[in-house]
Every structure is written in C-alpha cells, then in structure tokens.
C-alpha cells in the first residue's frame, strides 16, 4: 500500500466513527425540533409519580387524556446540572430547580432525600401542560419542548474531536 492509501484508510477508520456521532446528534436535533412542530394540541396533565436514575437526575411522571384514551409520559430537561456539597459538620439543605433554558439545577449536601426534593417541585396531583400531536397522542413534551439536549450538542462535539484528531 502506498503512503496516500494507508493515510486514506486511518483517516476512514479514525475519522468514520467520528462522522457517524456526529450525523446522530444532528439526527436526534432533527427530530426533537420535528416533534416540537408536530405537537400543536394542549391538554392538562396530572403528576402521578416520579422516576429517579441517580446522580441527581429525576422527573416527573405525567398522565393526561385524549379521546378518552390515557397516556403516561415524563418530563424531559435538557440536561441536568449536579452540584455536591460536602463537609462535615457542615449542614447543607438540598434544593432543586428547573432554570428558563430547560436544566434541571439540583444542589445536594451529604444527605438527600431526591423523593422529598421531587415532591417539592412537582407535587402530587399538580397539573403540567402537555402538548401533542393530534394525529398520534402519544408523541407530545411536557411545559416545552427541549430543542437542544445535552446528550445530542455532546455527540456532536465528541464527533467532530474524533474527526480533528483524524
């Protein structure tokens, strides 16, 4: 193999997986901003529980009718901002937030009770608007839609390293 050819064949091999993360965080952008179109009927919605996958991050779990039909759905963020505070003796409360832009903000001491910090953003039977779309309800967002998530901006960034470093 020549010099040109084995260069080629770095940059596709390096520089390939780095194109395919970037194209999927476009893809999930284009979609999102897609749903955000397409959900132009509101309903009211009734917290009914909440979710927690640790490290800070929970939502809420919403459920509202079209049509007599019952759906469940849950509030997305754009990402969530953790800040741990520790120190001892140090008494810390923890608090929680969502902020303008759609982050989930929460603040965490040594000990924290997420349940009683969901319970105090979103209480139970408290009502969320939800936007849908008429022709499939079960496609919605809850409050507003999250046009760019932190999950897709990172594949784009993470593609395009990949891509520099090729």
Request: overall charge positive; aromatic content about 10%.
């Amino acid at each position: 193999m020549s010099e040109l050819q084995i260069a080629w064949l770095e940059l596709i091999t390096v520089g390939g997986p780095g194109v395919i993360l970037a194209l999927s965080g476009v893809i999930i952008n284009i979609v999102t901003k897609r749903q955000s179109k397409l959900c132009t009927k509101q309903t009211e919605a009734v917290v009914v529980q909440y979710g927690f996958l640790g490290q800070g991050r929970m939502y809420p779990i919403v459920e509202y009718f079209v049509d007599g039909t019952c759906y469940k759905t849950k509030k997305k963020f754009r990402g969530v901002k953790t800040k741990r505070i520790s120190g001892f003796p140090v008494h810390v409360s923890s608090e929680a937030y969502e902020d303008e832009k759609g982050w989930l903000n929460v603040k965490i001491g040594p000990i924290a009770n997420f349940r009683q910090l969901a319970e105090q953003l979103w209480p139970v039977e408290s009502k969320m608007t939800v936007y849908y779309n008429p022709n499939n309800p079960k496609m919605c967002y809850v409050d507003r839609p999250i046009s760019e998530s932190f999950t897709s901006i990172m594949f784009i960034l993470m593609g395009l390293v990949i891509i520099i470093l090729s």
